[in-house]
């Protein structure tokens, strides 16, 4: 069992979220359901991993291409240039059931 001094120092260490302004304001368009994820692939090519999912239409896009050639074919960022109000969105895999949000630590 920790000590009372190293208790306040892992709540001093503890990470807040605040909710972002975007996640406050967002007005999603329809009520469209994202299939299984055995299915799911993006909607420009046949990718089927490092997707990204608009919030605010429901759009699946692979990600960029990475430096090694590896990677999406920037699907996922194509569609925010071509809808400049879509500016949220999120890498399948990273939302838990429950409406959670798995860490990412870049």
Known sequence: MASVNEQGAIVAWEEELYPCEHTLTINQ???GK??????????QCELSSN???CLTCGNLGCGRKNHDGSGGNGHA????EAHKT?????????????????????
């Open 77 to 80: 960022l194509s569609h925010f």
């Open 29 to 31: 368009e329809g009520s």
């Open 86 to 106: 879509h500016s949220l969105a999120v890498k399948t895999g990273t939302i838990t059931p429950d409406g959670g949000a798995c860490k990412l630590i870049f």
């Open 34 to 43: 994202v299939g299984s994820k055995l299915a799911m692939h993006c909607s």
């Open 51 to 53: 997707l990204w999912l």
